[in-house]
């Protein structure tokens, strides 16, 4: 779980919202007329830019990224050892056991398939696929998230302009004026907070995390397949920690 | 079809005039020297950038993006099986029945050079050359798209400048202050409505649409190179099935 | 001559003087002291930028990109295989004659050295020099109408600010405020309408220009070289058109 | 240590303090709820983009940058060679004493693991990885500063907008129309500072100096590992200075 | 000398100062609290950004662009071939007399290792080197006044910042509001000014001076190794030659 979103989302929103409070606003500031105009008009933009199906998976890529926890490296080696060790010891079916400790989805289905008795070439050339799956969905999230973070003050900027126009009409009771601009002005704010506190931090975010879960993944691959070729578990061990020396810096980063 | 643009166009129309009728605005939104200058400063900026051919072609390419619906691999895939099935079984005039069934114009195309006997290289050639002119149409399609984009807010701009200055002139009739604002606005409005609603999503939607469509056309292509070259359902099926793993994502994403 | 460029222009204009026209503005839009500001303050920073040569030449770029016919590819190919033939059956000499039906200067002048029996290797360099040449002059050409058209608009803004600072100057003579402030977003208006109506669009123009122009060229270099080795029409026809295939879409979108 | 930082830091808040002094304002400059606005947003935002270690990590990255001194390649050479004289006369025990007098860390690290007698290899890979760590550190803060520097004039807008509101909600008491105003630039003012002030120039500032640390850390690495396959000084100065001409600019400039 | 650049900065000030006078304004655009701000910042940030040597070396790079006149490569090949036939005839030693007749520093350099009757080699490197130095001069001479480019504008922005504050704070005082104002516009105004009519041009002419003169001094470089061995003047005018097929458009360009 990455606790650094969690808390910059928590924060920033609480000092957002305490400035409000401090300065006497409140209520004003939810007005669900500016809202629909700029989240309204920013989701409409991204399911024209993106298809229906690239729009839904959006909101599970985000979730994932900021529900799942990504193990660290020393971790995964030393399980993969262990595999190692058991499958030259008991055999592959030994390790069916071991499957059931673990709750990670893609380690399960390698080591599955491990235990299944599956060609390694079989086991590979369906666990990268899953790998680049993964990495395209990633960076399609990030386009998506990018976009939204440019299209969210455009159309804060769209609803302003619309206030302006419906204030200026009634510019002859000049009571309203200021109210009338006050309005105009938070679909402006809806899109720029939206955009700089969520959509464009979310989309960096993203991308680091991608990096990440693709490291571990492909450290999960190398190391089910040199089980499956019936490597000792010094040589599994050293396939794995080929990854470390690129990844420790991403991990680390990443596994807060 | 790609309902994704059907909807994000409608519903964004939807939301952006709702907003304006419960502000209690409505006929005053639509000024047409305004959508004049905007539009039509835009449209003439379009002009001297592209050439009249490219520009003439944009609306049926934007069409042919919306309307058209991109075969699912697998049923190509299907399709193209039976062909050849047919083709080893009864010769490749027995196919000339199953034209009748397609409306893919570049299918029939090929499988009309197919059961003419024409040789596999003239028939690959001129195939490619028109996925080739389909390319560079979405391309330069999606290049002229941008640049509406940019251009419209700009024309926008440069009307709301216009309108200032009308306005600022008689300045000496302070009533009419307010409305001559809110029409000066209003070429703004639109340039950032059209852009942001329209011509930028629908250049990302093109991108997307141009993968998938010429991802489509090689499969065609190769499909009916190899029945041509006499290859056996199962040879065809493989050669078909390598553009299934770069494509399938591409592909779910489009066909919506 | 390329017609959407001249009906962009006209057309642009137009539509941008009727708005203002039909919103009672007029002469007050013509502001020579704003023109020399917006307009002569770019031109300084075009001056500074380039050199005196480079920016003396970006006007005769543009003319001739508005004014120059290029042949279509297939008018070529058509005069040269008649070259080619002529050349075979009479001698090179023969060919005198059809340089005078020509008026392309880069033709005549590649038909005059083949006349005057020059050597293949230098006829191919002096024209290839020729066309590096053009291609230089319309890069740099671009590079130019593009830094016209981010000067414009910043120099429209610089004079805004100091319509700004004179008019803030007399604030209390209300009545001259609205002049004041009118004046001087003419500066910014004469900015944003060059740089988007003229130096933006202008330069995509010269792109697509110079592209179809250096085939052309390209393919009489070609096609002269091939009749100066003596080889026959069916030859020249061929290798001819083999920059057809890649050029047409190119060709057929700027010749219009 | 690195004084044009320190100057440019120094005098740039010179300049904008006496600014504001001489203009008569002073205290309503201070405004603690807008502050915290503008970086408290801009902070939760970079938490968010970022991973914790790597947010927390940026300050002691930029704190080593300014105080930090590289020594001049010069200075390294003539060490190194030094070092070199005394490993071929009295042996690599004799660089214990050496060692005392440095108080380069990564130079200590290298003639450490030499005196101890560890292989080429081993040396050159632990000292390589130092060297990758630090790249990645100083580009990742690089990244993040330039992040800061666009998320604060993002919050500052954000802030300057919930001010606007607030003011325009009292439009009625038109006496704090203009403090209220003056409150809602503060954040603006806030990010636009920092920005420009602080965060843009010390992103360029770390990119220039992590390559001339890179360089000196390079050439300690070779040098060190040129001693320990015990060559002679003349081999070792050699080896050294082939980084001198690539890196002799970068030195100058960033060992001020 | 390049006229270009002196015409551009005179012509532009005068054009701006023009306007501003014939607006009626004059000593109230020279504001120094405004000019300290904005350009103050700017130096602030730039040496923030920067280091000390690159900052101050800024300024020589500059003078020499606008001075210094890179001799056409006509002359220099003419300069060259003499030599050569010189050199042949009464040997290296009576080139001692032409070095005296020479201005261009790097020419010199490079007769007198000729003439002191150093190795080919030895020559060519120092030459080298001292080309490398040139480019990387011009090359970050060209970033600070792109940056400075950017960070004028910015200074500007936060200089009417201040302003506005100030001048708000006093809003009970309506008559000095349209002054107050008129100030806090001035440090945009220079800031504007700065870039567009000095730092983003000047950087771009840098750039094509840059071109120019490392082209002249490879042609140096490369015809005094031709003499020094020993080769003949026509060898020595091919090997020069070689250089202006590619470099005479930008050496018509640059030698204005």
Do not use: W
Not at 9 to 35: D, E, N, T, W
Not at 72 to 91: C, F, H, T, W
Not at 149 to 172: E, H, Q, R, W, Y
């Amino acid at each position: 779980m990455d606790i650094a979103t969690i808390i910059g989302i928590l924060l920033g929103f609480f000092v957002i919202i305490s400035a409000i409070v401090a300065g006497g606003g409140g209520k004003m500031f939810l007005h669900l007329p500016s809202l629909a105009i700029t989240i309204g008009g920013m989701l409409c933009a991204t399911l024209i830019h993106f298809s229906l199906s690239q729009f839904l998976g959006i909101f599970s890529v985000v979730k994932k990224t900021i529900v799942t926890k990504i193990p660290p490296p020393s971790e995964l080696i030393q399980k993969m050892v262990n595999y190692a060790a058991i499958n030259r010891r008991d055999g592959a079916l030994a390790l069916e056991q071991e499957i059931r400790k673990l709750d990670d989805l893609f380690f399960i289905k390698g080591l599955q398939m491990l235990v299944d008795g599956q060609e390694v070439d079989a086991i590979r050339e369906i666990m990268t696929l899953e790998v680049e799956n993964l990495q395209t969905r990633h960076s399609t999230g990030k386009k998506i998230l990018e976009f939204m973070g440019a299209a969210a003050p455009a159309f804060g900027m769209i609803g302003t302009l619309i206030g302006l126009v419906l204030m200026l009409k009634s510019l002859d009771s000049p009571d309203k004026i200021g109210e009338g601009m006050a309005v105009a002005l938070l679909t402006t704010f809806y899109g720029a907070l939206s955009a700089n506190l969520i959509f464009i931090p979310l989309a960096g975010k993203l991308g680091l995390y991608s990096k990440a879960e693709t490291t571990a993944m492909e450290m999960i691959v190398e190391g089910v397949c040199a089980i499956a070729r019936g490597e000792n578990p010094t040589a599994v061990r050293e396939k794995m920690q080929a990854f470390v020396s690129q990844s420790r810096r991403e991990e680390i980063k990443a596994n807060i």
